[in-house]
């Protein structure tokens, strides 16, 4: 299967991205793949170091005739995310990846592939060994651990880079540049309640919330779709004034930047009020059901015996736990002006769980925005909530957005050089999502920026693939591109 790949066009690119496969390298299990670029950079010659969060950066001197460009930094990240089917035998700590082509891409048997930043970061290589390119001055950025915090971007020190354009190889359709994303924030919220006995006659029921199609929380909040958490709690509502039910525990949603699809809940009520729980609840999920037919056509509803429970969240804590969720803004908040059709800023209501240990109750949610100011403005309202319902608020995590300049002198360039080459100007985008750009452009606010890559289908999944003939043009464009860098 190796013989294959790199016979593959460019093959100087594939050759590095086959290499890049062998070596294990999931989120902070970056220390091998780091030192083999590190030691790539120096059998090469080249300026190389690595600071002190693990990134590895390698300058490579103009082409004679080229010195008086400016400077330019090639950045992609070298860490990939983890993840196989349940039957693969696979330990990404350990295991290369079994990369082959199938068709027209290039695809991994059983695991993801890496493509995702695995190309970008070959065509950097590629760059840096040739000795036939055109280019300016070169400064290669591998930055570290991006898929899990973005740890590597956040930790550049300024003044290290003296380059003034960025490329960033990080996107995933070929044809498309882009000059804009979304900046981040955690807000994390937690109640602390107190225990209550169940008392006699009360019998439990788990409510559970499942089929919606949850998604991206940057990519797919511009659909619409359903929010388990923000069902689980609109039933509990309608149902609690008519029936006193009671919330044992919750479990909603899962990681932070995935729209919640299936919220569990323990609920326990007198024994003589059931059928009309069943009944409240039957007919508010059917009026949710029928807003989101177009969005959910499978969500579904079940309301089932199960065992009753020691203890109970406190009635007081239920009710300001259940109006905060309500009342917290989610979804799409504000579209852009800038930019028709792309979301400016949105929030997530990713998480709702409860700890029987602790008796807390933590909710967690991502803001997401290419406007600073608004997330801040967004994080306020989230604040103040829950601050009233008397939660503890705390925020963490914040990386900056990168707001769209569309008079963009790299942009400007690289739309002609696409035009030239293959007849269509590539289409211009922003992205609601985190990229590397967006904290990179906070350390260094004067770089210009373009993100662009080629096209990686079903990227962090064991179906991630990317096609073979967009590196080619994405290496080809790369190329014509250094080579027409404008002068200082």
Not at 44 to 71: Q, S
Not at 155 to 181: A, H, W
Not at 418 to 423: I, N
Request: glycine share 10%; charged share 25%; hydrophobic share 40%.
């Amino acid at each position: 299967m190796s013989k294959v790949i790199v016979d593959l066009e460019p093959k100087l690119l594939w050759k590095y991205f086959y290499q890049l496969t062998q070596i294990p390298r999931p989120s902070n299990h970056e220390e091998k793949v780091q030192e083999f670029v590190y030691n790539f950079g120096k059998e090469l010659g080249l300026e190389t170091l690595k600071d002190e969060v693990g990134n590895i950066i390698i300058k490579k001197p103009a082409t004679p005739g080229m010195e008086n460009r400016k400077g330019v930094i090639l950045q992609g990240h070298l860490d990939m995310v983890p993840q196989k089917n349940s039957d693969k035998e696979h330990d990404f700590t350990k295991d290369p990846i079994e990369a082959y082509i199938d068709g027209d891409w290039v695809t991994a048997n059983g695991t993801t592939l890496g493509a995702d930043n695995g190309i970008g970061a070959s065509a950097a290589m590629a760059v840096l060994a040739s000795d036939n390119l055109k280019h300016g001055p070169i400064e290669a950025l591998f930055t570290a651990t991006e898929e899990t915090g973005m740890d590597g971007a956040e930790g550049l020190k300024p003044g290290v880079l003296q380059g003034d354009i960025l490329l960033n190889t990080d996107s995933e359709d070929e044809g498309e540049l882009y000059v804009g994303c979304a900046g981040g924030e955690d807000a994390n919220l937690r109640f602390t309640y107190a225990e209550e006995s169940v008392p006699e006659g009360m019998v439990a029921l788990e409510l559970a919330i499942t089929g919606l199609k949850g998604g991206h929380s940057g990519m797919d909040i511009i659909l619409q779709r359903g929010n388990a958490n923000k069902l689980f709690f609109r039933l509990l509502q309608v149902a609690y004034p008519e029936t006193g039910v009671r919330l044992a525990s919750i479990n909603g949603g899962s990681l932070r930047n995935a729209i919640p699809r299936e919220a569990f809940g323990v609920l326990v009520v007198e024994e003589a009020k059931v059928e009309p729980l069943k009944a409240l609840i039957d007919a508010e999920f059917a009026l949710a059901k029928n807003e989101l037919a177009k969005t959910e056509p499978d969500m579904q509803l079940s309301l089932t015996s199960t065992n009753l429970p020691v203890e109970l969240i406190d009635e007081s804590t239920q009710v300001r736990l259940t109006q905060a969720v309500l009342a917290c803004p989610n979804g799409v908040i504000r579209m852009s002006d800038n930019m028709p059709g792309l979301v400016e800023t949105s929030v997530n209501l990713a998480s709702v769980k409860s700890e029987n240990e602790g008796k807390t109750i933590s909710i967690a949610c991502l803001m997401r925005s290419s406007v600073d100011s608004a997330k801040a403005d967004l994080g306020r309202s989230i604040d103040a909530v829950f601050r009233l319902a008397g939660a503890e608020v705390k925020f963490s995590g914040a990386y900056p957005g990168w707001q769209p300049n569309m008079d963009s002198p790299i942009l400007k360039t690289m739309q002609g050089i696409y035009e030239g080459k293959y007849g269509k100007i590539p289409q211009v985008k922003a992205i609601h999502a985190g990229l590397e750009c967006g904290i990179l452009g906070g350390t260094y606010p004067k770089w210009d920026m373009i993100s662009f890559g080629p096209t990686i289908r079903f990227p962090h999944s064991p179906d991630e693939k990317v096609n073979i003939e967009t590196v080619k043009k994405f290496w080809d464009f790369l190329v014509e591109t250094l080579e027409n860098i404008p002068t200082k």
